[in-house]
């Protein structure tokens, strides 16, 4: 019989001992990994404490400041029969995207179950289905809009890494907007594809076949031969004002949204 | 010769069963428990009525003014049915009061004898009675009718106030299967109303099911489209004393799955209605049929929901389950026709 023999003292993962961990969520256990306290080692499990998950709070300040906006001014009218969901396009691909529940924990201002959903939050297709079907005609589709407004202005961190990558591909989307006056999809997935380090995925048989075919009839040189379109000055000067105004919006202090 | 009919109850569906029956001519003795007339609406100082918020002195005080005019109406006040005997197809019943008993021959009897609203105190969960933030919705109904709305505690006007709905209905632990039908209406008439009179405070309504049937939804949107009312799904479990003079709701936020425990200042609870003790009385008294929810039993509940298991006794009003005071006084009327029409059948 072989004995192994460890180099170090494996390191427990947090909460690793409590025997119902599974059915503790990982933010609400608190463990320090290294703690000494007058000089006894009571680092990992002798330190843990699990927080309780009761909501002891309704915060309307939120609702307040969603109801002043003009996207989010209907808030109020919800009632929570869950049409919106029921007819949302993207509910079906990310279950975790539920209108009907991002509209209560505003009206409530629950930001820390809020905080759960930063990810999926953004991802409103802006189809409208939802508010052709709200019995109050909350408008839920503009709510979304609300919330992204809302969700960015008070979670500036997980927005900044939770949310790197799509902050980044809406630059190239603006970009190719202003400079172009057009949307090349082809180029949005690449470059998409390039800041995620997906590239390789790009260069399967099926993508060079398609791009062989395309240089081989021609289409993928006609992008270039389309010039901006008519009165672009015009139109370019809007979108910027408009773009620039968001960004206000969004890096704004409280209040900001009343704008 | 004109009829002698009995009215028992001067609630609104008795007063107004009298007032038809003496416009049509009809010897009416109305017997009324209390010493003065109007039911639980003048009992409880009903303030402002659903779904127009018109006055309640506007339909209680009306009928009343009828009642008391004379005419052919007799109002025994402070009196009971103490002895109940049927004489053919005619009934002799005495009425009994402090100054004497009386015994007289009817041609037919209207019970409408009316409700009692929940005693929140027998669901100990609600700690009514318990801590004195903790009131129901007669109560607030009352102080809203005394124009004096501040925290029983300490006298100052509460920032955050809870409804709580379905308390003693549509829950086999206090033996009240059934739905109250008005309180949703109520609760969010006087959600509105404190909206109204003090906008920095806050109004929240948990509900199961937000029962405001009908025109009385206009209600309903009205208080969360125009005054913030703000509704969150879920019962109360508990309640219990907090922080700086407190009370804690504890529920579950069944939209959210999660549990929550929110201090509030005050809590009013909308306390359903029950057949009270009346109800079995007149079951036993008159001999007609009482049914599972402790009203009285209409001997058909869709053809005839105004006549008894007993010929020549009818009902009208919330003796027969919860209702409306509009719809009191429908069926005080519709009472009238039959009672009278018994009556003269019978002559």
């Known amino acids: ?259 | 010769m004109a009829e002698n009919i009995l009215v028992i109850g001067g609630g609104p569906a008795g007063l107004n069963a009298a007032v038809m029956l003496s416009e049509l001519g009809v010897n009416v003795a109305l017997v009324e428990r209390d010493s003065f007339l109007g039911g639980n609406p003048k009992k409880f100082k009903y303030k402002f009525l659903f779904p127009d918020m018109q006055p309640a002195d506007n339909v209680i005080g009306e009928l009343i003014k009828k009642a008391e005019a004379g005419g052919s109406i007799k109002v025994y006040y402070s009196s009971e049915v103490s002895d109940f005997k049927e004489n053919g197809k005619k009934f002799d019943v005495t009425l009994k009061s402090a100054d004497g008993s009386e015994t007289k021959t009817f041609d037919s009897v209207i019970v409408a004898t009316g409700f009692e609203h929940f005693d929140p105190a027998r669901d100990a969960k609600y700690s009514y009675q318990l801590f004195d933030d903790v009131i129901d919705i007669k109560d607030l109904e009352r102080m809203m009718g005394e124009n004096n709305f501040v925290r029983p505690s300490n006298g100052k006007p509460p920032k955050k106030v809870a409804f709580i709905l379905c308390v003693g209905s549509r829950d086999r632990h206090v033996g009240n299967q059934y739905c109250s039908r008005v309180c949703c209406t109520v609760s969010v008439k006087q959600a509105i109303e404190m909206r109204e009179h003090f906008p920095d405070c806050e109004a929240y309504i948990f509900y199961m099911d937000i029962r405001t049937y009908g025109f009385f939804e206009d209600l309903y949107w009205q208080a969360m489209e125009e005054h913030d009312v703000q509704i969150v799904k879920g019962r109360i479990a508990e309640i219990t004393s907090g922080p700086d003079n407190t009370v804690i709701c504890k529920g579950e936020d069944t939209l959210l799955r999660g549990p929550f425990e929110i201090p509030f200042d005050m809590v009013v609870l909308a306390s359903g209605m029950e057949g009270g003790p009346q109800s079995p009385e007149m079951s036993s008294k008159l001999g007609i049929e009482l049914d599972e929810h402790g009203f009285l039993k209409p001997e058909n509940i869709t053809l005839s929901p105004f006549k008894s298991s007993k010929a020549g006794i009818f009902l009208a009003g919330a003796c027969t389950g919860p209702k409306a005071i509009s719809d009191s006084i429908t069926e005080g009327a519709a009472a009238a026709m039959n009672a009278y029409t018994y009556a003269v059948k019978n002559r």
């Open chain 1, 1 to 259: 019989m072989a004995l192994e023999k460890r180099e170090q003292r494996p390191v427990a993962e947090k909460g690793e001992h409590i025997i119902a961990r599974h059915l503790i969520e990982d933010e609400n256990i608190k463990e320090e990994k290294n703690l000494v306290i007058d000089g006894v080692d009571v680092s990992g499990r002798w330190n843990t404490f699990v927080l309780s998950r009761v909501n002891s709070e309704f915060d309307r300040s939120f609702f307040q400041e969603i109801k002043k906006t003009v996207v989010g001014s209907r808030i109020n009218r919800c009632w929570q029969c869950g049409m919106c969901t029921a007819s949302c396009t993207v509910t079906p691909l990310y279950r975790r995207f539920n209108p009907r529940a991002f509209i209560y924990m505003m009206q409530l201002g629950n930001l820390k179950e809020l905080k759960k959903y930063i990810d999926v939050a953004w991802r409103c297709v802006g189809c409208y289905k939802c508010s052709q079907r709200c019995p109050k005609q909350v408008n839920p589709a503009e709510m979304m809009e609300a919330l992204a407004l809302v969700v960015k202005k008070y979670f500036p961190e997980e927005i900044a890494t939770k949310l790197k990558l799509d902050e980044e591909v809406k630059k190239i989307y603006e970009d190719m907007i202003i400079g172009h006056g057009r949307l090349d999809l082809a180029k949005l997935h690449t470059s998409a594809m390039q800041k995620s380090g997906r590239i390789k995925e790009l260069l399967g048989k099926i993508e060079r076949d398609a791009i062989l075919k395309m240089a081989k009839d021609g289409r993928a040189f006609s992008i270039l031969r389309l010039g901006k379109p008519h009165n672009w000055g015009k139109s370019k000067e809007a979108i910027e004002k408009y773009l620039k105004n968001i960004n206000t919006i969004e890096n704004s202090g409280t209040g900001g949204l009343n704008g």
